[in-house]
């Protein structure tokens, strides 16, 4: 069998990177995709390095036409995607009272009409070749909330929703979508929120405190779970949230 094509965005760091990192040793060519080019080249170094394939994309997944460029893109040099995982992400640590609607503007076109519009343009062709894995990364947050994450927990929360959603209308179409929600997790993202934030420091203690298991997780714990949905063995589970968190969210 030829090696099925994977669409990975936010790949340029983090879990991102994990997750291309993953899907390339589980044998997919991985389309690497972020707005910051040089990081999603890095990647692409480190697959071919450990003996994948890989392609570096820059795409901003908040802007409609650089989505259908970057697909277009990918289906230049690998072909239609038929795994589809999206990472990309951004937050800063607020106060809900302290935000304003152009912040909350861009938690939403990123965490959440990002997710929106790569599906859309992806599905379609998943649909007709009767195969396809949508992987959307949430996060606890929007499962149990997250105080100063209020507008990242709600687009959060939309993700898990919007993804039970599209697993329903495309379950006798041999597509599956499920969501991996991170807990607390050691990133380039969560070192960027911290340093933003007065009480960041403070707020990641209180989050490892939060955690059962006492510690925050590492991306390369996060990945191991999108490559399990990814997965030909995943092939009836469709549907489902599944919280890489030490046992912050048991449900």
């Known amino acids: 069998m030829d090696k099925r094509i994977a669409l990975v965005t936010g790949g340029g760091s983090g879990i991102g990177r994990e997750i291309c990192l993953g899907l390339a040793r589980d044998g997919r060519k991985v389309a690497v995709a972020d707005i910051n080019l040089p990081g999603a080249q890095e990647t692409q170094a ?50 809900f009272g302290s935000t304003d609607e152009s912040f909350w503007d861009r938690v939403i076109e990123i965490n959440y009409k990002g997710v929106l519009r790569t599906v859309h343009t992806c599905l379609p062709s998943m649909v007709e070749a009767g195969w396809g ?13 997250s105080s100063f994450e209020a507008v990242y ?13 599209v697993a329903r209308e495309v379950a006798r179409s041999g597509v599956t979508a499920n969501v991996v929600c991170p807990g607390p997790t050691d990133t380039p993202l969560l070192d960027g929120i911290v340093a933003a934030s007065d009480d960041g420091d403070k707020i990641i203690g209180a989050m490892a405190r939060a955690v059962p298991m006492k510690r925050v997780g590492t991306a390369s714990e996060v990945a191991s779970a999108v490559v399990y949905f990814c997965s030909e063995e995943a092939s009836f589970v469709t549907g489902q949230t599944l919280s890489v968190s030490g046992g912050l969210t048991m449900s």
């Open 133 to 145: 894995r949508i992987v959307n990364i949430g996060s606890d947050a929007g499962r149990v909330g």
């Open 153 to 165: 927990s709600g687009a959060k929360g939309g993700v898990i929703a919007f993804t039970k959603t």
């Open 46 to 95: 480190a697959v071919l390095e450990a003996g994948g394939v890989a392609a570096a994309v820059q795409m901003d997944v908040s802007d409609t036409d650089a989505v259908h460029d970057g697909l277009l893109e990918v289906i230049d040099d690998f072909g239609p995607v038929e795994v589809l995982v999206n990472c990309a992400g951004w937050d800063e640590l607020k106060p």
